[in-house]
Structure formats: C-alpha cells, structure tokens
C-alpha cells in the first residue's frame, strides 16, 4: 500500500511561463493604474472636476446600492437553478413593502418590509418554477406584470386617503436611516472630536491621479447612510454563505448537479426555494434602498434596475466581486446624469472612453495582434470624432447613458463566461 | 376535435376561476364585497358600444402578442418590444405626416417604414447575440430603454410640429391618406347598426391578416418548421442543417418588425391620434408578454386572451364611484397569467406522462405478443414521467 506523492515541484509548476504583465494580480493593478490615469487625463483636457469628485463617487454609491442588491439576487437564484427574470418585479413588491413600514414604523422597517416584500415574490416564483416546473423566464415575465398590479392595489388601499399620499406615491419616511463618516480618512467625528479631512485636502489639491483617487476615497466614505454599508456588508456575507458553508455548498449543488446533489441526499426543491427565498429578499431589499434614497415609495421607481442587477450579474460572470464591479460601473454611470451639469460630464466620459481606447490601441500594437489593429483604430476615432462634433447632449439622451454603458460593457464582457451548469432546467425526482 | 378543443380549455378555464378567487380574496381584505363588484363589471362591458372598445382595444394588444411570440417559439425572449413600438410609431408616424402620396401606397409607406424602424432595433439585439453572445432578455430591455429615451429626445429635437403652437410634443397630423376608415359602413351594408359615436377601428382586418399569416409562416412553411425546431431542439436543428445564427437574426428582426406595428392601429385607424405625442399610450409591448403566454403562442390563443385583457381593462374602468379601486382589474389580470401558465404546464405534464405511459403499454403488450417472458416491468408507467423542457434562454 504505497502513496503515490506527487512531485511538489511538478504539480506546482505553470505550464505556460507567463509574462509578467499576464499575471492575473499584476494585470489587474496595471489596467486599475492605466485606468486612473486615463479618467484623470479626461478630468484635466475638459476641465470638470466633477468627474471624479467625491460628490459624484458619493451619488454612484448611492445609485450603485440597488443595482448591485439586484444582481446579488441574480447571483443566488442562479447559483441555486433558477434563472431569475423576476427580480424587477420582486423589487416592486419591495418598494411597495418598505414605503408602507417605513411611513408607519421608520426607516429601520422599511428594510424588513421591503425584504419581506421580496420574499414573497420569491417564494411565488418558486412555486410556478420549482414546484411546477413552469419555464423560468415565464414565470419571470408573469411575475413582473403581476408585482406592479399588486402594488398599486397596495398603494391604492395605503395611501390614497393619508396626508402627503396618493396611489402613486407613500406618504414618505418617518425618520432618516442616518449616515457613516470614516474618521481622519474623510473628517468622521470620532467623540465628538471632528477629525482632520485629508481625503478632502489631497482631492482640493488636484494633482494628475492622486486628486482622482481621493475623489473616489473620499466619494465611498463620507455621509455613506447605513443602508448601502449593509449592502456592502451583505457581498461579503452571501460570498462567505455560498461559498464557505454547508449550506452555500448545497445551493450551488442544486444548480450545478440536482441529480447528483440528490443522489448525495440533497433536497433540491428545498435548496431551490431557500434560493429563491434569499433571492427575493435582497431583491426586496433594493427596492426598500430606492425607497430610501427617495425617502418615499413612487410608483415605477424600480424603472429597470431589476434586469441592470441581472446584466451586471451576467457581466461578473456569475461571481459577486464581479457582479460589484459591474454595479459600480452602472453606479458611476447613473451617478453622473443625476449630478448637476450632467450633459458635460457625459462629454467628459466620452473623452475618457475615447483616451482609454487610445491606451487599449497602443497595448495592441506592444503585443503586435496585428488583426485587432484596424477595428479598434476605427473605434477609437469614432469615439473622438463624437466628442468633438456632438454638442451637449440634452437630458433625454444622458438619461440613456447607464443603459448604454451596461450594454457596451455585457457586449465587451460577454465572451468567457461560465454559468452554473443547469440553472433553468425544471429537476423532478427521478431524473437523470 | 371538440373532445381535444375541451381539453384544451380545461387550463385556461381553471386559471379564470383561480383568478376571480384570487381577486375576490384581495378585495374582501380591502374590505370590498367582490359579489358588488363583479356585477358592476358585468354591467360595464355589457353594451355594444362597450364590446366595439374592447375589440379596439384587444387589436393592438393583439399585436403585441403576436410580436414576442415569434421570438417565444424559438426560446428567443424578446422582451423590449416596448421600446421598438415606441420608436417605430414614432418615426413612423413622422414620416407619414412628411410625405404626400395617394392612399394605396401611403398606408404601405407607413406600415413599411414602422416594420424596417421596428425590426432594426430589435435587429442590434440580434448581432450582439451572435457576434458577442449577448443574453437576448438583457440587451432588449437595456435598449428597450434606449429607445425610450432617444424617442422622447427625437420627438422634442426633431420631429416636433411646431406649428400646432409647439407647447405640447406631438408630431405633425398624418394626412387623411394615411389614415384607415372605420369599418361602420361594412357592417351597417349587412343591417348591423353600432348606434351613435361608436366606431369600429378599420385595424382590425390587418390583425386578422397577421394572425393568418404568423400561422401560415409557422406551421406551413419550412422556415417555421426550423424556427420551431430551434426553439424545441437546438440539436436536432443544426444537424439538420439550419444556421442557429441566422435563425437568430430572421427571428428577432422579424419579432421587432411585427413589434413596429403596434402603434399602428392608433396612429392610422383612431381618430383621437392621427399623430405621436405625449399621450401616446406606452406599456403594450410589456401587456403583450402576458398575452403571448397566455395565448401560448398560437395566434388564435393570443386573440383570446387579448380580447379577455381588453375586457378586463375596461370592466374595472368604472369601479371607482362604487368604491371599488379599479387597480383589481391588475391583480385579475396578473393571477390569471401566473395561474394559466402553471396550468398550461401541469397540463402538458400530465398529457406527456399519458403519452409515455401509453407507449410503454404498447411496447409491453408487443413484446407479450412476441412471447418475451424475460419482461420484468421496466419502464413502469406510474409515476408523472417528467420530461426535460429546453432551457430558457441561450445562456
């Protein structure tokens, strides 16, 4: 009975010696700094501070919160087998849910309503998918014409007899959710005692890429309000749930392998309704955030951030590092338009865009892919030519910006992708 | 075929009655009494005039339905057909009121030039799928709302009528050419009569034509067949020979051209449009999604279930002065989908274990006949045999 022990060395080595610039972390430090550079660049060529100000970084959070709750939601109901077209809805029924607690209980409740208010759509859906084994991007569709019924019937019901209310709109919050401010690094109070702001003084400065990085510093640790930390804290604990416990094994069990999880006495329904369930709920809870942010529930407030939260998901490739990043990207996006000359600063992106595909020319050229040359020359210089011949866009144009950006960066990003095996597939007992 | 025509309303049938019990349950937790307000719809819709709305009303939708359907039979969810109406009807109905030209080829103009708008947008989906392979759910919603930010941006900059005082965004009236006479007359010729101010839209022969046509397309023509080979079989598709990709791009081009005339039945046949505007109505691309799925694709299905959700509209219009908030009319429609389609599904189960089961019996007495004594039951017929539904989607 002899162990066979592999040669250590044999095992470890790489089979292909890389280059440095094509290790993984190396290579993602070098794009981040390139990436810095060329938004600072476009900063100083069009003179708008604005673009990477604290002030807008603070908006992207803000807008970016929802967004990336949606694609959590995505994450885990894909990861458990069910492909989920019905966040939007579920993240009406989280409006609706948390404009109704946060107007009678505060803001606190407003976040248990709107995630109980998702749950229950999740646990809907899952019942038409899981137990019925209806197609998943029907009962999707279904799901999202039923939610905006039911919650004008709620607001209908609510708030048209109160105060400051109608069918379209809650009354408004009692009470604020309050906000985070990181101490020495952007000026938090700590005691009572204001500390020093040096994020503020080193982004006043305006120096080439440290004035930008301090924007952004600054930007996602100042006035954060507590709802988007949780959010934050909840990547980290959907990440550490899926892919640290027993539980997480199981729900990416069922939608990797049902049969075998089920041959290893894995209930895959249950894990696909728990799925589902934890779905929803964060679904719910960025429809409670959007309620938040507007201190009040309207109607059409969700306008598609369920499916934005599902093509960042797709664009992280189903990992919520990923799925962040995406959402940060929308984020910024938003962020922009809802600043206060948003015209020019979607100019200032496209000169941005149009210096990073400068860089992204060059790059081609260094590692001579002689065959991408041409398309991207092409690319660039229509990016130029639109910074330079279109005027101001008007405000129904930059209202568009976020949708164009989430869709150039899934058509960029679409190529290696890898899904869990048998999401939308109906499993019963018994099949193979 | 009656027997099979039965069966085959046992789903939708069933669905209705959840749904009224659904709803009937909602308005007696508002603390509304259902019975009241059923009758009051009953009351609503039963009219000729009432009935000349709903059919108005149902051609659109009907349109609609049709439009995602297409795409539907080839698993290929085009879910921003909102998006292309908008922008078709929009320049559509621009360039119909821009050009002078006699009826006969000014109604095809107009048709031609929502069908090319339409399907081109719906179009920049399709070669993202095949040549970057873009999931086709998220990039028609993402330019579902591109498109209706560059409609809003292209009615106020370019297409506005500034002459009709310029305050409300509207493009110019299209003239009497363009436009399609209702069809009173046809009907009074054969002694039927509406009665006063109730019109019958003239859009409702080229529904019916679109109907025939999607049928003949689908199940009488060799690219129907393939189209519904794709969606059932990817496998057995290509093997045979059909290019997924160019499947891709005919479908979905086809889905936004049939999506482009949407609006039409407003902008040609309602006398209160005539032009795009503001109050042009929006959200029937999302109300055709539900109506492709109730109807499960086969266009005489979709008329149906537009007629039944043009019914609905208008029943639970008038709820308001009995007290009853008129948002129920969204929660019978809602229920009513969500139902029909875990019925239609149950359904489908059931008749396919029937099947299975019938040829295992087949296949048991064949092999008694043959004298094979070595049958130890495999294959046993009891039990639902669930059978693998492609996967939604081309992820």
């Not at chain 1, 492909?83 to 993240?91: K, L, R, T």
């Not at chain 2, 009569?193 to 109730?198: A, L, M, P, S």
Request: net charge negative; glycine share 12%; aromatic share 10%.
């Amino acid at each position: 009975m002899s162990v066979i022990i592999p040669n250590e060395e044999e095992a470890n080595a790489d089979p292909v010696v890389r280059a440095w610039h094509e290790r993984p972390h190396w290579r993602i430090f070098l794009w981040t700094v390139v990436g810095v550079a060329v938004m600072s660049t476009a900063r100083l060529l069009s003179g708008n501070d604005d673009l990477t100000s604290s002030g807008t970084f603070g908006v992207a959070l803000r807008t970016a919160a929802p967004v990336a709750l949606a694609g959590l939601s995505g994450l885990v109901a894909e990861r458990s087998g069910t492909i989920n077209i019905g966040i939007e809805g579920m993240m009406v029924m989280g409006t609706i849910f948390a404009g109704w607690w946060g107007w009678e209980f505060g803001p606190w409740m407003a976040i248990v309503g709107g995630i109980f208010g998702g749950i229950l759509g999740g646990l809907l859906m899952s019942l038409a998918t899981t137990t019925f084994g209806v197609n998943h991007i029907v009962a999707g569709v279904a799901i999202n014409l039923l939610a905006p019924g039911v919650a004008r019937f709620m607001a209908n019901e609510l708030f048209t007899d109160v105060q400051g209310g109608s069918v379209t709109s809650s009354p408004g919050n009692s009470g604020d959710i309050g906000e985070f401010t990181v101490p020495f690094l952007s000026g938090g109070e700590l005691f009572g005692w204001t500390t020093p702001n040096i994020m503020e003084w080193l982004e006043d400065t305006g120096w080439f890429m440290i004035a930008d990085v301090a924007g952004f510093v600054l930007g996602v640790t100042s006035e954060v309000s507590w709802d988007v930390i949780l959010t934050v804290g909840l990547f980290f604990g959907i990440a550490y749930l899926l892919w640290s416990t027993p539980l997480g094994l199981r729900l990416r069990f069922a939608g990797e392998r049902p049969s075998a999880a089920d041959s290893l006495g894995v209930n895959v329904h249950l894990m696909r309704y728990t799925g589902m369930a934890i779905s929803g709920g964060l679904a719910g809870m960025g429809g409670a955030v959007l309620v938040l942010f507007a201190n009040r529930y309207q109607e059409d407030q969700v306008a598609g951030r369920g499916f934005l939260g599902l093509a960042t998901m797709i664009f992280g490739n189903w990992m919520p590092l990923g799925t962040a990043a995406g959402a940060g990207l929308f984020g910024y996006a938003q962020g922009i338009t809802l600043r206060t000359n948003p015209g020019e600063l979607v100019r200032a992106l496209v000169l941005a865009a149009a210096l990073g595909l400068l860089v992204v020319l060059a790059w081609i050229v260094y590692t001579q892919n002689w065959r991408a040359v041409v398309p991207m020359t092409a690319i660039t210089l229509v990016t130029f030519w639109a910074y330079f011949a279109a005027t101001e866009p008007n405000n129904q144009l930059v209202f568009v910006t976020p949708y164009v950006v989430t869709l150039i960066a899934v058509s960029v990003g679409a190529q290696r992708l890898r899904p869990p095996a048998e999401e939308g597939i109906p499993w019963f007992k018994g099949m193979q | 075929m009656s027997r099979k025509f039965l069966r085959a309303l046992i789903a939708p049938v069933s669905a209705a009655v959840a749904a009224v019990v659904i709803s009937s349950i909602a308005l007696l937790i508002a603390g509304k009494d259902p019975i009241e307000a059923f009758r009051e719809m009953w009351k609503t819709i039963d009219s000729t005039q009432s009935v000349t709305i709903i059919i108005n009303n149902a051609v659109p939708l009907y349109i609609s339905g049709v439009a995602v359907a297409i795409g539907f039979k080839m698993n290929l969810f085009n879910i921003g057909s909102n998006g292309q109406y908008l922008l078709a009807a929009l320049i559509a109905g621009w360039a119909g009121a821009e050009v002078s030209l006699p009826p006969l080829l000014h109604v095809p103009f107009v048709f031609l030039v929502a069908m090319v708008v339409g399907g081109s947008w719906a179009l920049i989906a399709a070669i993202l799928n095949v040549t970057r392979n873009v999931n086709v759910v998220i990039s028609t919603i993402m330019l579902n709302y591109i498109a209706i930010g560059l409609s809003a941006f292209l009615l106020s900059e370019l297409f506005r009528d500034e002459e009709n005082g310029g305050l409300v965004a509207q493009t110019k009236e299209m003239p009497a050419s363009a436009q399609l006479p209702p069809l009173n007359a046809l009907f009074e010729w054969f002694g039927f009569n509406f009665g006063e101010g109730v019109e019958l839209y003239g859009f409702l022969p080229f529904a019916i034509a679109l109907g025939i046509g999607y049928y003949i397309l689908l199940n009488r023509s060799r690219f129907g067949y393939d189209l519904r080979l794709s969606g059932s079989n990817p496998e057995a598709a290509l093997s045979s020979g059909v290019n997924p990709k160019k499947m891709v791009l005919i479908t979905l081009f086809m889905s936004g051209a049939v999506a482009g005339m949407i609006g039409l039945p407003y902008l040609m046949a309602d006398p209160d449009f005539h032009k795009y505007g503001d109050a042009f109505p929006t959200g029937l691309g999302f109300t055709g999604l539900g109506i492709a799925l109730l109807g499960r694709n086969n266009p005489a299905g979709i008329a149906a279930a537009a007629i039944v959700w043009a019914t609905i509209e208008r029943a639970t219009q008038r709820l308001g002065p009995i007290g009853v908030p008129p948002e129920i009319g969204r929660i019978l429609a809602g229920s009513f989908l969500l139902v029909a389609v875990i019925a239609y599904e149950v359904a489908k189960r059931r008749n396919d274990a029937a099947a299975t089961a019938a040829a295992a019996q087949a296949t048991h007495d064949e092999r008694l006949a043959a004298g094979d004594d070595d049958d130890t039951g495999r294959g046993s017929p009891d039990g639902p045999t669930p059978t693998a539904t492609p996967a939604g989607g081309e992820r």
